[in-house]
């Protein structure tokens, strides 16, 4: 049996609830240390998830930011930085082969010449989206402990999957004569 798409679930389930997890340690005043173990916890799950260095490296640093400093914006700041890394890998895939025409192409094979056009535009779209997301994220860290673990937790995940949901009936509409 392969447990790999059951731990992919599982580290999915726990990023998600990781918002959820420092508002309630804030909120019932414990260690700053059960702080620290939740964001290590969900730099690993990130970084066995994905693989993605770049994203273990920034995380590993904002933990020893928050570890010297004991200032729990740095373990809010998580999110943010987090959206920011995932925006600048689709930016810096415009350089070369956008994102998302690697993806259509992992999942259909070679796009058309109009599946290449519409990739690099929706990787440009994904680009905007994600540095909105991140800017608004960054504005959370500021404010209440609640609204953060609202935004972070539950509501930028809404804005990730209507995101999704839009890209598709547009991919579906624009290549709809596309073979």
Same mark, same amino acid.
């Given at each position: 049996?392969?447990?790999?798409? +059951? =731990?992919?679930?599982?580290?999915? @389930? #726990?990023?998600?609830?990781?918002?959820?997890?420092? &508002?309630? /340690? *804030?909120? !019932?005043?414990?260690?700053?240390?059960?702080?620290?173990?939740?964001?290590?916890?969900?730099?690993?799950?990130?970084?066995?998830?994905?693989?993605?260095?770049?994203?273990?490296?920034?995380?590993? +640093? =904002?933990?020893?930011?928050?570890? @010297? #400093?004991?200032?729990?914006?740095?373990?809010?700041? &998580?999110? /943010? *930085?987090? !959206?920011?890394?995932?925006?600048?890998?689709?930016?810096?895939?415009?350089?070369?082969?956008?994102?998302?025409?690697?993806?259509?192409?992992?999942?259909?094979?070679?796009?058309?010449?109009?599946?290449?056009?519409?990739?690099?535009?929706?990787?440009?779209?994904?680009?905007?989206?994600?540095?909105?997301?991140?800017? *608004?994220?960054?504005?959370?860290?500021?404010?209440?402990?609640?609204?953060?673990?609202?935004?972070?937790?539950?509501?930028?995940?809404?804005?990730?999957?209507?995101?999704?949901?839009?890209?598709?009936?547009?991919?579906?509409?624009?290549?709809?004569?596309?073979?």
């Amino acid at each position: 049996m392969n447990s790999k798409p +059951l =731990i992919k679930a599982l580290g999915t @389930i #726990l990023m998600v609830c990781y918002p959820f997890a420092i &508002y309630y /340690v *804030i909120k !019932n005043e414990y260690s700053f240390s059960i702080i620290l173990g939740i964001l290590f916890v969900a730099i690993l799950i990130g970084y066995f998830l994905n693989r993605q260095k770049l994203l273990f490296c920034f995380g590993f +640093l =904002i933990l020893s930011i928050a570890f @010297i #400093l004991r200032d729990i914006a740095y373990v809010k700041a &998580y999110p /943010v *930085i987090m !959206n920011c890394s995932v925006a600048t890998l689709f930016a810096i895939s415009l350089l070369k082969k956008p994102f998302v025409q690697v993806i259509g192409e992992n999942m259909k094979g070679k796009l058309s010449e109009k599946g290449i056009v519409y990739a690099k535009k929706a990787t440009y779209a994904w680009v905007i989206f994600m540095y909105a997301l991140t800017g *608004i994220s960054c504005i959370t860290v500021f404010l209440s402990t609640e609204i953060w673990a609202l935004f972070n937790g539950l509501i930028s995940y809404i804005l990730i999957g209507l995101m999704f949901a839009a890209e598709f009936v547009v991919r579906r509409k624009v290549l709809k004569n596309d073979s």
